[in-house]
């Protein structure tokens, strides 16, 4: 499966067992960061929810982005 663009690509797949909990967390020195999100099926309620952090990397340290 190639890239959208740039050269490298992240997927996640559904949990059979509920709601997922994948987390992707990149240095605060990285500079820009861009993703799309896209799911298999269009009957599928997937969510997705971004968060950052100015304090640390454990999860209380997060804030919902826009939130």
Known sequence: ???????RFLTAFASPDG?????????????????????LTNTL???IQIL???????A???TAFGG
């Open 1 to 7: 499966m190639p890239a959208l663009s740039g050269r």
């Open 19 to 39: 709601a997922n909990n994948d987390w992707l967390i990149i240095p605060a020195d990285s500079g820009a960061f861009s993703f799309n999100a896209t799911s």
């Open 45 to 47: 309620q997937e969510k």
């Open 52 to 58: 950052y952090s100015t304090k640390g990397s454990e």
């Open 60 to 62: 209380a340290d997060f």
